[in-house]
């Protein structure tokens, strides 16, 4: 007979919790472990050739970097030489010439400070570029996904009617797949035909007005970001709604009594009782934004330029498309130690908040 | 005393007009696919850029959506989702509901250690295992008969399997299920134990009977995912027998430059999962709104 106060029986408890920790050391654990073994070895899917040993060449290959400054050209005189585009530089070929210790190095980024040229080469430069881009669109998605979130909670918190309707109207593009919303915005998005483009020379009144949203490297990533935004500010209005009820009505007529006004009591009493909640809404949308792989994959392939390739999708790219799965996993790792780093932040900045 | 009505009038009024404008910005893509679903090309490009290309036009038809059916697979791309949904929601549903039910409901040794475990694995984003779990299922073997007899598969690519086996156990759902049960008040199942009802009888006739909001959330959330699996798919499905919508759709997407008829393709895979949604919104938007208050 079993007592109540003791423990449950091991063969019980072993049968209702096993199947789903099975499941999770088989299909969680094991490929992490897998993936760390990996790393070290130049394993390739469905290879004829023996997997071999390799140290750590996967972690030299795609970390290694240089960060060089380069002078300008100059003319026999010493004057800077310049043409069209501005003061010439020599080609990376030159700069690798004359300093060998540049190796197989390539230019991933450069830009101009000072009359000089800063360039970050690396054996990877595609993986640095990659990783730049993921920054940048997070550094985009993030205040225009939360502001934009935080902005229709607040709308769909007041007390007019209609609220449950627009808060569905609001969510409907979250239950959208990545897929259908890429697709639909790449129509949106096209440059001769496409809807935002008519928009703008309508509002304009300029028939050549609006940019070519996914084939100008400068414009591809940041509409990959408005219409990430879009597709996904429904979900954190949600999480904001949840704070903004949690929020004690009484602080809200005491800061009126108090004579404050709408902003003085959003800057007041709103933002600090959304602390967590806030913290919680930019780490999760960090998380999602660094996974960013379905929008480039459907809408630019990574193009143009490179403009639009991300970690996950060149760990995509040389995982599954090259086979090449030692290195492919080393970018998982590499690109597992970001997130949790992140997420190590949350919970140091969370816990400072409580005591 | 007028005065502060009308007040409230105008802004009551402000706030519909200021809400109804967003709430465009973010129909208008998915009434456009609609929309666009029932035209054809030449009427879709028409008029782009005034207010009927949200409406319907005279040339109304079921075109797009027959030459879908017809053109490509997409019958069948919708009996493999379904089914992969189906098997990962029953499936899923019962592995972490149980696993909950013994964190939240047994007494062992360690249970606190996996469920900080369970917990720590939510923040796992599907791209870090992606490549590494694409390995492992290479190798995976798999039972099976060919010619009456026994064999050993190796590897589980291009099969159903692999899209449901790996998405069984969900972190995220054994921690929901944890806080239902949790929540549930002790006397309800303590009246059975003295009856000499054991574990399997608490689980299935006092604790789950009594998690239908757990359970619909849990359902919603399996569904979706799985619904919307793209990354996975076009890993391990080369084939087009065991292909499901979201890679047939991009498949579609850029083999046809008609825009209607890729609508309609999107129309057909998006408006189930809304429904679904629309449905069970209430369990949806708690749940939803849950995940923010515990993080």
Avoid at chain 1, 33 to 44: D, E, F, V
Avoid at chain 1, 297 to 322: C, I, N, Q
Avoid at chain 2, 79 to 87: R, Y
Wanted: hydrophobic share 55%; net charge positive.
């Amino acid at each position: 007979m079993k007592t109540r106060f003791g423990h449950d029986g091991p063969f019980a408890v072993g049968a209702f919790a096993a199947p789903a920790i099975l499941l999770f050391l088989v299909f969680v654990v094991l490929p992490m472990l897998l993936a760390a073994g990996a790393t070290l070895t130049n394993h390739r899917l469905m290879s004829p050739e023996p997997t071999q040993y390799v140290g750590l060449d996967n972690y030299r290959r795609l970390l290694a970097f240089d960060i060089a400054a380069i002078d300008p050209l100059r003319d026999g005189s010493g004057a800077i030489v310049r043409d069209d585009e501005g003061v010439r530089f020599p080609t990376w070929r030159q700069v690798r010439k004359a300093r060998p210790e540049l190796g197989s190095y390539r230019p991933a980024f450069q830009f101009d400070v000072g009359g000089r040229r800063i360039v970050l080469a690396a054996s990877d430069p595609l993986f640095y570029r990659s990783l730049i881009n993921t920054f940048l669109f997070a550094a985009l998605v993030l205040p225009l996904q939360c502001g934009v979130a935080l902005g229709l909670a607040i709308l769909v918190n007041q007390k007019v009617r209609g609220r449950v309707f627009f808060r569905t109207v609001y969510f409907a593009p979250v239950v959208t797949s990545m897929v259908v919303a890429s697709i639909v915005w790449a129509f949106m998005l096209n440059t001769d035909r496409g809807m935002l483009n008519e928009l703008l020379r309508n509002l304009l009144h300029d028939p050549n007005a609006g940019p070519d949203w996914l084939g100008d490297s400068h414009y591809a990533l940041p509409a990959i970001a408005l219409m990430s935004a879009w597709q996904g500010a429904g979900f954190q209005m949600l999480v904001f709604l949840a704070g903004l009820q949690s929020i004690s009505p009484e602080l809200y007529e005491a800061a009126t009594l108090m004579g404050a006004n709408a902003w003085q009591r959003f800057v007041h009493v709103t933002l600090p009782g959304l602390r967590n909640t806030i913290i919680f809404v930019l780490v999760s949308t960090t998380l999602l934004a660094f996974g960013l792989f379905t929008q480039v994959d459907v809408m630019t392939s990574g193009g143009p330029l490179d403009s639009t390739s991300t970690v996950v999708y060149h760990a995509v790219r040389s995982g599954f498309k090259e086979q090449d799965v030692g290195y492919g996993s080393t970018i998982t790792l590499v690109f597992f130690t970001i997130v949790l780093g992140l997420s190590i932040l949350q919970r140091m900045l969370v816990n400072r908040g409580n005591t | 005393m007028m005065n502060r009505l009308l007040r409230n009038r105008l802004r009551a009024t402000a706030l519909l007009v200021v809400m109804s404008a967003i709430g465009i910005v973010f129909v208008a893509p998915l009434l456009f696919m609609v929309v666009s679903s029932f035209k054809g090309d030449d009427a879709i490009f028409a008029n782009l850029d005034t207010w009927s290309a949200y409406l319907p036009s005279d040339a109304w038809s079921m075109a797009n959506y027959r030459a879908v059916f017809e053109k490509s697979d997409l019958p069948s791309f919708l009996f493999n989702s379904t089914l992969i949904a189906a098997l990962v929601v029953v499936g899923g549903i019962i592995v972490n509901s149980m696993l909950a039910f013994s964190i939240a409901r047994m007494r062992w040794r360690g249970r606190q250690v996996v469920l900080a475990l369970v917990v720590a694995m939510v923040i796992v984003p599907f791209e870090v295992i992606a490549i590494p779990l694409l390995s492992l299922v290479a190798r995976l073997p798999w039972p099976g008969f060919e010619h009456g007899q026994f064999v050993l598969h190796s590897g589980w690519f291009n099969s159903l399997h692999v899209q449901v086996i790996p998405f069984l156990a969900n972190a995220f759902c054994v921690f929901l299920f944890y806080q239902f049960f949790r929540d549930i008040p002790p006397e309800l199942d303590e009246a059975a134990k003295m009856d000499g009802a054991g574990p399997w009888t608490l689980y299935a006739r006092i604790i789950m009977p009594n998690s239908g909001p757990v359970i619909a959330t849990a359902a919603i959330v399996l569904f979706i995912s799985a619904w919307n699996q793209y990354l996975w798919p076009i890993m391990v499905i080369q084939g087009e027998a065991f292909r499901p919508v979201q890679p047939g759709i991009q498949q579609y997407f850029g083999r046809t430059n008609s825009w209607g008829q890729i609508m309609a393709y999107a129309t057909v895979i998006t408006l189930p999962v809304l429904a679904v949604f629309l449905a069970f919104q209430r369990q949806f938007v708690a749940s939803v709104a849950g995940t923010g208050i515990k993080g």
